[in-house]
Each structure stands twice: as C-alpha cells, then as structure tokens.
T-cell receptor, first 116, second 113 residues
C-alpha cells in the first residue's frame, strides 16, 4: 500500500501571496493527479502528470512531477480567494509487483485559505 | 448534463438503523466508486465497480455493502449504522480506469447518533 504525505496540512495566506504544496512518497508512480475540492462539493480534477520531471501549467497553477516519479508539487502564483479549498493528490493503487488494483489512493490533503 | 448525482444530501440515523445511499451517472462510464471523507484523512475508497455486474472491496469496506444495479447506478448500503460511520460519502465515476478523470458527486453528509 502506497503512503502519500501531503504538506503542509493547513495553509492560511493573504491574497497575492505565492505558495507551494507538496505530495511525497517513497514509492514510484506511473502517474499522479491533483484535485481541488471546494467547501460542500466533491473534488474536481485539476491535472494529471505522467512523465518524470514534467511541468504543467493551468493559469496561475504550476504542477511538477518529480524526476523519480515519487513526488509532486503544486505552486500557486498570486493566490486569490477563489483558490480556497482542499487540494488532494492521488496515485494509482498497486501492489508490490506493480499490478494496478484499478483504483486511486488519495493523500490527506492540504487545506488552503486565501484571505482577501 | 447532470454528471454524478447522489441522494440524499443529508441524513441523520440512530445507531443500528439501516439506509441506502443512491448514486447515478449519465456519462456512460464503466467504473464507479464510493469514498468516505473524514477530517484529516483525505478520501478513502470503500468499494468500487469496474463494470456492470462486478464489485470489489476498497480500503475500508467493513460495515458496507454495494450494488451495481446497472451501468448508471451504484448504491451503498449501511445495514446497521454505527457512530464510526459518521462521515461525508462521495460517489465517483470514470470512463474505464481509476487513472482516468474521476467525476465526483456532491456528497452525502451522514450523522449517526
């Protein structure tokens, strides 16, 4: 069973600041997804990264997959109150032999609050 | 296009009562999932169904049963609710595999007294 550690667990910042959240593991993954969940709603997929070292940008959000495909980061530039939410990373669940179980394992999430 | 719908939105149960959470998707997806979300623990998979007629246990299946009624509908049943099952329950679906985009419903907030 893979263990995903997200940090920080909580982040409270002012509008306009930059921030980075992390998703780390000791396991190698074939892909990694980032989801954002707004209060009272279900998670929504932001991006999927599949190649070691890959960088993807989504407006003010920059996602990076580690070279060894064991970790990922999400950087937000000039945060806005609309960025407030729970950010979750997720990876395909697999056994020690690498066989996929056809399901995802989620990290515990980073709760981001952006104050006006 | 409704996507993934869940009923009910809120429910309060007494310990020992039973209930069924309903989920339906209109995207012609093959795979469907049930998760529970508790503070500080992210999303944990309860059961999933890779195709109509098949179901498999996830990380936390104890105390739950599921039925994949048809391609659209995937229900979650609590036979004898316990306070430890107080949580927010999310249903999700994906076209084929879990690695593809999962589309989540709005959630059911369950309180077991």
């Amino acid at each position: 069973t893979q263990l995903l550690e997200q940090s920080p667990q909580f982040l409270s910042i002012q509008e306009g600041e930059n921030l980075t959240v992390y998703c780390n593991s000791s396991s190698v993954f074939s892909s990694l997804q980032w989801y954002r969940q707004e209060p009272g709603e279900g998670p929504v997929l932001l991006v999927t990264v599949v190649t070691g070292g890959e960088v993807k940008k989504l407006k003010r959000l920059t996602f990076q997959f580690g070279d060894a495909r064991k970790d990922s980061s999400l950087h937000i530039t000039a945060a806005q109150p609309g960025d407030t939410g729970l950010y979750l990373c997720a990876v395909p669940a697999s056994n020690a032999g690498g066989t996929s179980y056809g399901k995802l394992t989620f990290g515990q999430g980073t709760i981001l609050t952006v104050h006006p | 296009n409704a996507g993934v719908t869940q009923t009910p939105k809120f429910q309060v149960l007494k310990t020992g009562q039973s209930m069924t959470l309903q989920c339906a998707q209109d995207m012609n997806h093959n795979s469907m999932y049930w998760y529970r979300q508790d503070p500080g623990m992210g999303l944990r998979l309860i059961y999933y169904s890779a195709s109509e007629g098949t179901t498999d246990k996830g990380e936390v299946p104890n105390g739950y049963n599921v039925s994949r009624l048809n391609k659209r509908e995937f229900s979650l049943r609590l036979e004898s609710a316990a306070p430890s099952q107080t949580s927010v329950y999310f249903c999700a679906s994906s076209l084929r595999t879990a690695q593809e985009t999962q589309y989540f419903g709005p959630g059911t907030r369950l309180l077991v007294l």
